[in-house]
């Protein structure tokens, strides 16, 4: 393995998408620990498929973390992310998909703006890192899609209310996983 560090932008970038990932893999699991009660097979469906997507997009992160630092507030991503998860199953099976779609919908632009950032900068195995996110979008892309599709009702007031939570929570929690 070798043990180059890569330039602060670059590490600050992979940080927040590590952070990301990290988060996802938990909204899926709090998901699934409140279904446990719950006992829904489209979300079941749903939450193991993306959990399965959002692992292996994790794993890839993990795989070159000897190149920037994990973030120090990961613990912090986890809570968040299971607690986004566990809230919207308590709250219907509709909330789960508005999450998602709304959390989705933001990685999405996120994920395009860093791909754009990292093409004007030189660094080493940049095309591979490259392809590598724009994969990754493309699963959040086809989850965002499927939440959305999978939503019975158009999200009335209090849900749209949370959807701005998210995606204001999601906006900090970059910036700050770029930083810590
Ligand atoms: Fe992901
Ligand atoms: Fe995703």
């Known amino acids: ?3 180059i560090r890569y330039a602060s932008s670059i590490r600050a ?3 927040a998408s590590h952070a990301g ?5 938990w909204i899926y ?3 699934l620990l409140v279904n446990r009660i719950k006992r829904d097979s489209d979300i079941d469906t749903f939450a193991q498929h993306h959990l399965a997507t959002e692992k292996d997009h ?3 992160f993990e795989n070159l973390i000897h190149r920037f630092r994990g973030s120090a507030l990961l613990v912090i991503w986890i809570f968040a992310g299971f607690m986004m998860g566990a809230l919207s199953m308590m709250l219907g099976k509709n909330w789960v998909y508005y999450t998602i779609y709304q959390v ?7 994920y395009r703006q860093q791909i754009n950032t990292l093409s004007k900068l ?3 195995d940049k095309t591979d890192i490259i392809k590598m996110m724009e994969a990754c979008n493309a699963d959040e892309q086809a989850h965002r899609d499927e939440a959305l599709k999978e939503m019975k009702n158009e999200p009335h007031f ?3 209310i949370w959807g701005k939570l998210v995606a204001t929570g999601s906006h900090y929690a970059v910036v700050l996983a770029k930083l810590l």
Not at 21 to 25: I, L, P, S
Not at 104 to 110: A, I, L, P, Q
């Open 104 to 110: 989705e919908s933001f990685v999405d632009v996120h």
């Open 13 to 15: 970038e992979l940080r």
């Open 58 to 60: 994790l794993v890839q």
């Open 158 to 160: 209090m849900m749209r």
């Open 122 to 124: 030189e660094f080493l």
């Open 21 to 25: 990932e990290t988060g996802a893999v």
């Open 29 to 31: 699991r709090g998901i």
């Open 1 to 3: 393995m070798d043990n």
